[in-house]
């Protein structure tokens, strides 16, 4: 086996494409000029190949040039390898010049619901070949070792070994359901919400100040939160249940505005803005599945723009419109 294994590492296809090629040609001379080699490097690849098989290959001579027994079966096996080799390759090109096969992409749950609606349904409208695994992680997957293909990612991005292209930016905005801000009175300036309950969207309960920036200003003011939790639709059903004040990232809002299950308050104030990235593994080779989504996705660098006064719902393009007006 050990024999094996060194041949194996030491007869490459390169040394079999010559010694083939000059088979059919019955000439080193030819098989130089046709694979645009050294004469030499032909001769040196043929002697090569003999002294790993123990065995003459060929008998040359000045004049002509015949193929041994020996040859002529190294001839017709390597003939089929390296027909089956070359048919592999324009297989896997072809297949790699398809928009079909498993992308992976990795996101935060905060984000999983419109990437789908926005993003992966109309790519997989139009290549229906295509198949999408979206993996929701609240941490920064290692692309490498889980072998997965992009991801969106908000924040900073500490791995340098990756591509990281800035198509946007999201900001979280203040908002209250209609009944507490009937009960309580309504916010007026960021200072008031310490006389209000908030709902915190964070992984670990622990008093975390609020800071809200408008125009030049910034202020941070110390809350008083009676519910910690890392989903941010329950953070939203919290607010619409009237637990308290809470910060909801623009991308996740939407219908909860149009139909009133949540009101903004502070309009002229919101959270710093953080940056939205589309995070990919180097290199030029990627199979054009994995090209045609990047593409994709910065072509709808608009999409990722969620200031402070962008509501997913304006326009009536609500998804769930239908289905609230028919509860209504």
Wanted: charge should be negative.
């Amino acid at each position: 086996m050990k024999d094996i294994v060194r041949d194996l590492e030491t007869i490459d296809f390169r040394t079999l494409t010559i010694f083939v090629t000059t088979c059919r040609l019955m000439s080193l001379t030819k098989c130089a000029e046709l694979m645009q080699l050294p004469k030499s490097t032909v001769s040196k690849a043929i002697v090569k190949l003999e002294d790993h098989m123990q065995a003459r290959l060929l008998e040359r001579s000045t004049r002509k040039m015949h193929i041994t027994d020996a040859g002529n079966l190294v001839f017709e096996r390597a003939a089929i390898l390296i027909d089956d080799f070359q048919s592999l390759h324009t297989d896997v090109l072809e297949m790699e010049q398809q928009v079909q096969g498993l992308l992976r992409v990795s996101a935060p749950p905060a984000m999983g619901d419109y990437l789908v609606q926005h993003v992966f349904s109309p790519f997989l409208r139009q290549w229906p070949k295509a198949k999408i695994s979206l993996e929701v992680s609240y941490g920064f997957d290692d692309l490498f070792a889980e072998g997965i293909d992009m991801a969106i990612r908000v924040g900073r991005i500490v791995d340098d070994r990756l591509v990281a292209r800035e198509i946007g930016y999201t900001t979280r905005v203040v908002v209250a359901s209609p009944a507490y801000l009937k009960k309580h009175g309504t916010p007026r300036k960021p200072e008031d919400l310490k006389d209000h309950k908030c709902v915190e969207y964070q992984y670990t309960p622990g008093i975390s100040p609020w800071t809200l920036v408008s125009g030049g200003l910034s202020e941070s003011i110390e809350v008083d939160c009676n519910f910690f939790c890392s989903s941010i639709e329950a953070v939203k059903r919290a607010a619409v249940e009237g637990l308290g004040v809470a910060q909801v990232p623009v991308h996740n809002l939407g219908c909860e505005l149009k139909y009133t299950d949540l009101v903004q308050i502070l309009p002229e104030w919101h959270a710093v803005p953080m940056p939205i990235y589309l995070v990919y593994r180097p290199g030029a080779n990627k199979p054009r599945r994995v090209r045609e989504l990047l593409s994709h996705i910065v072509s709808l660098e608009k999409h990722f723009h969620f200031g402070s006064e962008h509501h997913l719902c304006q326009g009536g393009e609500c998804p769930d419109s239908e289905l609230v007006e028919k509860k209504a």
